[in-house]
């Protein structure tokens, strides 16, 4: 466990690229895992908790830290200023809000915001000024930690904002709180519309656009492993070039997460061919055993090397604040992603250890397995039963037999044939941009 924690527990490279407020349920996490002393992580909350408006919390914590029933005076000093400045800001943005929650008025808004702009102007006598207190008032709300009033106020100003620049702040923030209420839906929704505007020709600088990615991917995190289509949508994003591009040059340990759900989402196998390249380029540069596990399989058949590597995934996934999330069946509490993970490793090291080997010893495969004989014999008979492996066991030598198939030349042909025409494509394409490129200077 002590190895796991030290070596592997990427809360100090993800944490940087997240909004404080982000990095609290993975602090609870760590907590509840015990990976760290309480008191280390206590001090850490605390230290995040003066970044926020969250006085009340960070008392708490103060609090069960040192055993006290009295809160020290900084803090009782800044809960002043928080409660009045909140009331500062409620007063500036009331006229706009008393608007909001007016549906007859409300319905007045239309898709047209310059027209939106003048009719407040003209009938409710709301400008500019009112429009940024709103702003600053749902910022506010977020620092306090009400997630539900910051979503609906910066949704509202985003429909009145004309600035490119807030409104895209605005949008991190409304990200950010859904997040935190887990309405992943619409979280989902929010972090595509990000995407979209970060990925538009007219968004700032190259260098500003690779670090938007690296945050929203860091961000999505929280989404992918708890969407119930997450972890086709974390291989959608990750795996487009210009996000696998800046993972390999600025988040490697990123690809934990993108091998995880690689691993577990059978519908995405064929994508699988083209990862392995990338782990190939990478496996010097980054270690995880995650990624170890898969280099071993298809890099270099290294099936004793995968079986230690299944155990210390384990470790690794059930510590993991976004892999390990825990269900709780009664008495009992389960790592579903866990036990995913596990079976398909399984099925990799079966699927790729038969490739080479005919006739395969059931001992042999079962250690490889990490299951005992019985385990073992049970797992591939229904293996053989489920899916269209040719093969059979011979029980009285203990053995898996591998039907012999012929190759189908026609097929072969056409997968090579869309590889090629895949790699013209994106040769004629990078072609045009250098030459576009050329004609523009």
Known sequence: MEEIKENYDLTPRVAPNLDRHLVFPILEFLQERQLYPDEQILKFKIELLNQTNM????????????????????????????????????????????????PTAVQELRADKQYNLQMLKERYQIGPDQIE????????????????????????????????????????GKLASEILMQNWDIALEELNRLKEIIDSKSFSSPLNQVQNRIW?????????????????????????DKYLNAIQTSAPHLLRYLATAFIVNKRRRPQLKEFIKVIQQEHYSYKDPIIDFLACVFVNYDFDGAQKKMKECEEVIVNDPFLGKRVEDGNFSTVPLRDEFLENARLFIFETYCKIHQRIDMGVLAEKLNLNYEEAERWIVNLIRTSKLDAKIDSESGTVIMEPTQPNVHEQLINHTKGLSGRTYKLVNQLLEHTQAQATR
Request: hydrophobic share 40%.
């Open 133 to 172: 207190a709103l702003y600053q008032y749902a910022k506010f709300q977020f620092e306090c930690g009400n997630y539900s009033g910051a979503a609906d106020y910066l949704y509202q100003y985003r429909t009145l904002c004309s600035n490119l620049e807030r409104s895209l702040s605005a949008l991190w």
């Open 216 to 240: 929203l991917m860091h961000w999505g995190l929280y989404i992918f492993f708890n969407h119930d289509n997450g972890r086709t949508q974390i291989i959608d994003l990750f795996n487009q």
């Open 55 to 102: 006085v009340d919390y960070a008392m708490d914590i103060h609090k069960s830290l040192y055993h006290t029933e009295d809160a020290p005076q900084d803090m009782v000093e800044r809960r002043a200023e928080v409660v009045a400045r909140l009331k500062s800001l409620e007063e500036a943005a009331a006229p706009l809000v008393s608007f909001l929650l007016n």
